[in-house]
């Protein structure tokens, strides 16, 4: 069973994409700000914004960030701090499955 890492702080978004991936047969573990990244969990899943400060590109994990809204601007911060992917959280909300099923096909 694959892990997955949230890091979501929204009670009722963090509820809704738990929900979900464990509904397709994940593992969630959820995570603080100041927690450390499970080394055993293949993504993690954070708010962009919150973690821009911490540089992720050297722990292993596929970085998922979300956001209410961001720039151009933006999205090149958080891949520089090691973000893999950015999305919106209306995105989310709606399409956590097949953005994690997507993710796990392209790194087999």
């Known amino acids: 069973m694959k892990k997955i890492a949230l890091g979501i702080t929204n009670f009722e978004l963090g509820t809704k994409v738990s929900q979900q991936l464990t509904d397709a047969g994940f593992q969630v573990d959820f995570i603080a700000k100041d927690d450390p ?3 055993d969990c293949e993504i993690t899943i954070i708010p962009a914004d919150g973690w ?3 540089d992720l590109s050297d722990i292993g994990s596929y970085f998922i960030g979300y956001a209410d ?3 151009s601007d933006e999205v090149i ?3 520089e701090k090691g973000f893999n992917r950015t999305i919106l959280t209306s ?6 499955r097949d953005i994690v099923a997507q993710i796990l096909d392209e790194r087999k």
Do not use: I
Not at 91 to 96: F, I, P
């Open 37 to 39: 990244v499970p080394l």
């Open 91 to 96: 995105a989310l909300n709606r399409n956590v």
């Open 77 to 79: 911060t958080w891949k």
């Open 69 to 71: 809204t961001m720039t």
């Open 52 to 54: 821009a400060e911490t």
